[in-house]
């Protein structure tokens, strides 16, 4: 069980912090606790409602900052998948984003990123569906590392590349 100001990565929505956990109605007027969520980067100050048995949402504790800097590390390794059937990759992609584990994303968003360098060199662009894919994973990883490591969303980006770069 979670706590109150516990940090949780919740679906696809990205970085929370659980606010309270409560006693009450929530969908089906039975009597249930509940976590409320805040989304950290979201711009409205919204709240999201789940039961603490709620099993079909994929929610879970942020990673270390021991973890994240182990994926960032490993990040050069990781081998693309590229699938040339969209309809076939789509779905691969969906589920990926929506398992809830950085290795996914990392494969995703490196998968992606890779496949629009090469189109850049030919002036070509990743499909939006492809592209907006990317940003999503993008999103939920620079959002975790973010609160992992401490630093600001807007930097995690130069702090992986000036990691790779000390690495080599």
């Known amino acids: 069980m979670y706590k109150i100001d516990d940090y949780v990565m919740y679906s696809t929505t990205g970085v929370c912090k659980i606010t309270d956990i409560k006693q009450g109605k929530l969908f089906n007027d039975v009597e249930t606790r509940y976590y409320v969520l805040c989304p950290v980067f979201d711009n409205n100050p919204s709240s999201i409602r789940v039961s603490v048995d709620n ?15 182990s994926l960032i590390d490993n990040f050069p390794s990781v081998e693309t998948q590229w ?10 992609h969906k589920e990926y984003l929506l398992s809830g584990k ?15 360098t090469e189109k850049n060199q030919i002036n070509k662009a990743l499909s939006p569906t492809d592209e907006a894919t990317m940003k999503s994973a993008e999103k939920l990883l620079f959002q975790e590392f973010s609160i992992a490591l401490n630093i600001p969303v807007d930097d995690v980006e130069k702090y992986i590349k000036k990691r790779a770069a000390q690495a080599v």
């Open 55 to 69: 099993k079909k949402v994929k929610m879970r504790k942020i990673l270390s900052e021991n973890d994240v800097v």
């Open 83 to 92: 699938i040339n059937d969209s309809k076939l990759r789509g779905a691969k």
């Open 102 to 116: 950085c290795e996914d994303w990392i494969l995703l968003f490196k998968t992606l990123q890779t496949k629009k």
